[in-house]
């Protein structure tokens, strides 16, 4: 029997290029509709979609396409202040939804996409967040060496993100359709900290973030340092800015150092090194796969996927909890 | 008139070759007298005081070779834990003091060494701590490019201190004589943060530990986290371990970076990189300057001196007031 999957997409912000790249590897994915789920122009995505010869419907109404259209899966990309909103409506119409994270801006939020997921058949409908890092041939390599036992026990994770500022949207500029930079830059972070950290809970977080020097950007955060216990007891820290220079050769620096008993394993610049009790060196790095590629297998076939819905809502309270720690502190 | 320096030296714990490496380009200086300070031989200093030309006498008591030589300065490498003591004895009788750090275990301790020196002709009577690493090519490169405004304002300061455990004496493995990995290791960190960010006292500190996996090194904390907020709002973070695997190429994994309104300069692996709003690049090294040699002249000369008291109390009080911060975030 073949097996079909059929696909509608909500908005253009953030990763839905993820899905775009994905697709010529998925013959059994069909795109059948695009919303920009705003008052948006849902061209980009037309094109997109029109350039791996799908031809769309458009609907200005994303509650509409869903309910004409009934897609086994929907991409939720629209604006940041509107995810938890769209993964409460596709979930309760038993879409699985792949959603840009955070898939919250506010701890109620989540639990309202907690509660409707938990009244889904979790076996057909699934729900995870754009946590695309988790498929990068650097973080997939240190990642496996780790679950390989290289390093040992893990005692440590230290991570950083920085970015260039560059030129923001208006959206950027206001908490409440920003939803700040720990959950938003950050939530890479910490999800390398709870991934490579053992997939166990966060049991405490401390956070600090500051909008000073921001070059006019509102509410945004330049700076934040995050740090965490796991529930094993692994130690997570989190350095992340909007300082990195514009001459950098990246727009990101992204840094993942996993410390263990037995070994040292290092993201940088691209590539993984190992250092262990006996040999230091850089590791071979593993092929890239797709985060989307991987969901939608997962939905067509079971096969494992790199990330499921508890981490997604662990990940997204981490966050919420955390940007909410640093508030606090501010005043 | 030619200006003279009488030296003596308590104690061989730690970086009292600071001192030794200084002599050969300090002519001014007599190294008159040494002892352990506690019932170790004294036997490697006057060794390492021979092999330089020196005979000095050797005395058990520490108090009697104060007030027998009156020396202008004294090195201080006793047991950790009687540092504040040694301090104070040497204060008291307006001796200069070049301390190991830690200066002090409790912060009591440390009240009573400003204390001491509070009641110093101050113009004469100087102490500072061996944080010397500013002395270091690297970081001297580092805080000469910040100081010159090459990454603008500072915003952050994250650092790195990662240890080779290998095998340490008993005196490492309780609190009471070790202090823990916070004041011990974690020191040079939070003075890079303190230095790098601007000589700006800590307003906040929080830091958590954990002894766990310590290889039987009893109170031994492996790891710890530590973040702060200096006076002028720059953010700082240390992460401090003794995970360095033993086929890492050095003792240790010591990095710091410093981001800025305009830019960000990188310490790693010996090496200083700078990125700009216009370039990338590594900086040729400003030549070593051992701290010693800095502290010797300032006595002798009034020449500036890397690091000064105020400096030395305050970063002594950061480090115990961020380990008994994550002692009882333990509980």
Redesign the interface.
């Known amino acids: 029997m073949e097996r079909k999957l059929k696909l509608a997409l909500i908005g253009a912000r953030g990763h839905v290029g993820y899905v775009f790249k994905a697709l010529p590897d998925l013959p059994e994915v069909d795109l059948c509709a695009v919303s920009s789920g705003s008052g948006e122009s849902a061209e980009p995505l037309v094109k997109n979609a029109e350039a791996r010869g799908f031809s769309p419907r458009v609907f200005d109404d994303y509650l509409a396409m869903l309910d004409a259209e009934k897609p086994d899966v929907v991409s939720v990309c629209g604006p940041f202040e509107l995810h938890a909103k769209m993964c409460c409506e596709a979930l309760e119409r038993g879409i699985s939804v792949f959603c840009e994270k955070p898939i919250a801006l506010e701890l109620g939020d989540l639990d309202r996409i907690r509660a409707a997921y938990d009244r889904c058949d979790k076996e057909k409908t699934k729900i995870i967040s754009m946590v695309g890092y988790r498929g990068e041939a650097p973080f997939r390599t240190a990642y496996d060496a780790v679950k390989r036992g290289l390093v040992g026990?893990v005692?440590?994770v230290?991570t950083?993100k920085?970015y260039k500022l560059g030129v923001r949207p208006d959206y950027y500029h206001a908490r409440a359709t920003y939803g700040g930079t720990i959950p938003w830059v950050g939530s890479h972070a910490l999800d390398w900290i709870y991934w490579m950290g053992g997939n166990a809970n966060f049991k405490?977080v401390?956070a600090?973030h500051?909008t000073?020097?921001n070059r006019g950007n509102g509410d945004l955060e330049?700076?934040a340092?995050f740090?965490c216990?796991l529930e094993n007891?692994v130690?997570g820290?989190a350095?992340i800015?909007y300082?990195?220079?514009?001459?950098?050769?990246t727009h990101g620096d992204d840094q993942v150092?996993v410390?263990?008993?037995?070994?040292?394993v290092e993201v940088m610049h691209g590539k993984v090194t190992l250092?262990?009790?006996?040999?230091?060196k850089e590791l071979e790095l593993l092929p890239e796969r797709g985060i989307f590629y991987d969901f939608a297998r997962h939905l067509l076939y079971g096969e494992p996927c790199v990330v499921d819905a508890e981490a997604t809502f662990e990940l997204t309270r981490a966050c919420l909890a955390a940007r909410d720690c640093a508030d606090r502190?501010r005043i």
């Not at 300082?243 to 050769?249: E, F, H, K, S, V």
């Not at 410390?259 to 040292?264: F, H, I, K, M, P």
């Not at 250092?275 to 230091?280: K, R, V």
């Open positions: 026990k005692k440590m230290n950083r920085s405490t401390q600090i500051d000073a020097d330049m700076t340092l740090t216990v007891n130690m820290s350095s800015d300082l990195r220079p514009a001459a950098a050769p150092r410390a263990g008993t037995l070994g040292v250092i262990t009790e006996t040999e230091a502190n």
